[in-house]
């Protein structure tokens, strides 16, 4: 089954750090890979997005500076790096991508159509 799946995410204290895993079933490497976060009563949001090979990484303006993103094609696994964070960024975190297009990837995503169900990010003040 073609599928994303996200993990990492849990409880944290302001300015704490987490890292938040998506691992496709597939190989990622011809696919450029976004996340996303909503939070409580609000739109979803970019927060991010890695090109396929060595192609541009895009960052939302509220995560620059503090959230990486970064890929192991050879684990079929893209990481996001939360640092520094508040509790403005308690939200579930999901993991997109074009899986229909074809070639390599470029970020930002025009109409990503393959999501992973989320993972809960809280952060406590």
């Known amino acids: 089954q073609t599928k994303l799946v996200e993990s990492g995410g849990g409880l944290v204290q302001f300015g704490g750090s987490l890292r938040l895993s998506c691992v496709a079933s597939?190989?990622?490497?011809?696919?450029?890979i976004a996340w996303f976060r909503q939070a409580p009563g609000k739109e979803r949001e970019a927060v991010g997005c890695?090109?396929?090979?060595?192609?541009?990484?895009e960052y939302a303006d509220s995560a620059k500076g503090r959230f990486t993103l970064s890929r192991d094609d050879a684990k079929n696994t893209i990481y996001l790096h939360l640092n520094h964070l508040t509790p403005e960024d308690t939200a579930v975190y999901y993991c997109?991508?074009?899986?229909?297009?074809?070639?390599?990837?470029?970020?930002?995503?025009?109409?990503?159509?393959?999501w992973g169900q989320g993972t809960q990010v809280t952060v406590s003040s």
């Open positions: 890695i090109s396929a090979n060595d192609g541009p990484t």
């Open positions: 997109a991508t074009e899986f229909l297009f074809t070639g390599y990837g470029r970020c930002p995503l025009s109409n990503p159509d393959l």
């Open positions: 597939f190989g990622p490497d011809y696919y450029a």
